[in-house]
């Protein structure tokens, strides 16, 4: 616990310290070094911290982060997906969608992904296909189901709305970042500041 | 009165006193047990608002004395919590 209480005490700014830190420590051993000492000098060396924190600095890397994150949500495009769903019958065999995907030219294609659904007896599967402008998106997974001769039990659908990027999840993330950031260069100042106080 | 910058005053308001005095001054006149964390907190502040000053001591033990403008604060924090305290204690009369 003593050593504990000693680490915590180094929460204090260092020209705190120089001040203050061997009254203080006195005043601990005073105290004895119990749970409820070591809280009290966390708390308040946390609370010293935070007040010796310039929150414009913090502010203003927000601020940033938002306005970039922003701007990187404004230029990236749309993403849209449609999906369709076929089925071949089971007299098409088990190896029907592999063959018919292979026929189609679509065995290999990064842009299209295909799920087999497990229905027993009949080979069911989805085809989902990606674009950045919604009725592209559409028509392009409509020829796909069409050149795989499957029967369609669920027509291309027509995209509500973009997947990607969620634009309020990105700009918060700019501003988590600005946060983190600021933190990091207001400590940073404060630490240089006391530094050149100390030299 | 729970604000420990209060309770640092009226604690030296009797006289010069070290930290660990300090916390149990408050703790016999107030009941409440500071923190050293708390106290030194309630110090620094003091000490920067030039309401009380550090005495010159060989002790690893440094004692702090009230200044004349902590005082002064001290005086007006008190008479705006008699203030208070009385209108508090009339409205809380029976009509």
């Known amino acids: ?199 | 009165m729970t604000d420990p910058t209060l309770l640092v005053l009226t604690s030296l308001a009797e006289g010069d006193k070290h930290g660990y005095a300090m916390m149990e001054d408050i703790q016999r006149f107030a009941d409440v047990r500071l923190g050293p964390g708390t106290l030194y907190g309630a110090i620094t502040r003091l000490e920067q608002r030039g309401w009380i000053r550090p005495v010159a001591s060989e002790d690893r033990r440094q004692p702090y004395a009230i200044t004349g403008a902590g005082r002064e604060y001290l005086e007006e924090e008190l008479g705006r919590m008699n203030r208070v305290a009385k209108a508090a204690a009339q409205r809380l009369k029976p009509a």
């Not at chain 1, 003593?2 to 005043?27: M, Q």
């Not at chain 1, 995907?101 to 065995?107: D, E, F, H, I, T």
């Open chain 1, 1 to 199: 616990m003593r050593g504990l209480i000693r680490l915590a005490a180094r929460l204090y700014p260092r020209a705190w310290r120089r001040r203050y830190g061997v009254e203080f420590a006195a005043l601990i051993e005073d105290s004895g070094f119990g749970w409820r000492v070591l809280l009290d000098v966390v708390k308040e060396g946390m609370a010293m911290r935070f007040r010796a924190v310039d929150f414009r600095i913090v502010a203003a890397c927000v601020l940033a982060g938002a306005a970039v994150a922003g701007v990187v949500a404004w230029k990236t495009p749309d993403r849209f997906w449609s999906t369709a769903v076929g089925e071949f019958g089971a007299e098409a065999g088990p190896a029907a969608l592999e063959g018919a995907l292979g026929r189609a030219g679509l065995a290999d294609r990064k842009d299209v992904h295909i799920v087999r659904l497990p229905v027993a007896g009949k080979t069911v599967f989805s085809l989902r296909t990606e674009g950045t402008d919604a009725g592209e998106t559409q028509k392009v997974a409509a020829s796909m189901i069409a050149r795989l001769n499957a029967r369609v039990l669920d027509p291309a659908s027509l995209p509500d709305g973009p997947f990607y990027p969620n634009r309020p999840v990105m700009i918060a993330t700019g501003m988590a970042g600005g946060l983190v950031l600021g933190g990091g260069v207001a400590l940073f100042r404060n630490a240089r500041v006391a530094a050149a106080g100390h030299g």
